[in-house]
């Protein structure tokens, strides 16, 4: 029977360096996490290399690999040989012309217990994904491991509650949020407290309504790599926080970390028995929903 407790990590760290480098490290931290506790561990979103997309580049379509190559082969080892769950965000090619931005979820033993296409892709100065990626097409599901029930979302789901919403419904009992997200250095001291702190408090929403643990894994780093451009600075904070939005673990802003917690289930079903969100949702009357707008 599933433990009614377990320990999951999110990995903070720089990865601005070349796929074979950033690969090396990632496998190294994701030991340490074990060393410690960590039962499931997330990468950051596109682990391999650094954040290609602040420009419309083809060159950069040499990161993506084929399903089940170069990450899949190598993590796939590593969580058979320390029995743990390994997120694995990637930069997938899907055939010639298709491509996106996926993650696997590898179970205890190595196989594959679920992927994960990014579903809503941004188009921000210096965040050009729509460029490189097309939208996912698996849609929004909770993976079932042998430690946990979880969820991946990646990076710009994380502002959609309908996302977290039907994933949660399947029933996630975490949900990870692995993610490449930072500064414009030029409009850090205008803006740079509020856009961390939507970003904070849109999740802790998602946790709050749903009764769900959430989990987001960041980036740290000036990435600074498109010539004339004050690149991106990614502003790491990586959280962890409980089914009442309550922090158990943040990084920092500028520091590689391990960051852990414990979930803990009975605590999440005593959550729900004293605010039965799910209970009280009005099915019958959410049909427009579905709509782009309402005119």
Known sequence: MKARKY???????????????????????????????????????LYSSHYFCQDEDVDNFKYAEPL???????????????????IVPFFEKRMSGIYHNSAYIIDTDGSEAGLYRKMHIPDDPHFYEKFYFTPGDLGFKTIKTKKANLGTLICWDQWYPEA????????????????????????KVQYGVNQHGAWMNVMKGHAVANGVYVAAANRIGLEKYVPDTNGIEFWGQSFICGPQGEILAQASVDQEEILMAEIDLDLQENVRQNWPFFRDRRIDFYGEITKRALD
């Not at 990450?71 to 743990?84: D, M, N, Q, R, Y």
């Not at 977290?164 to 409009?187: C, D, K, M, N, S």
Request: hydrophobic share 45%; proline share 5%.
């Open 7 to 45: 320990t999951i990590a999110v990995l903070q760290l720089n990865l601005n360096n070349t796929p074979e480098n950033n690969l090396e490290k990632c496998k190294k931290w994701v030991r340490d996490a074990a060393a410690q506790g960590a039962e499931v561990i997330s990468l950051p979103e």
């Open 68 to 86: 089940y190559d170069i990450s899949f082969t190598a993590f796939s080892a590593l969580a058979k040989e320390l029995g743990v769950v390994i």
């Open 164 to 187: 977290a919403r039907l994933t949660a419904l399947q029933g996630a009992e975490v949900l990870f949020y692995p993610t490449a997200i930072g500064w414009h250095p030029q409009e």
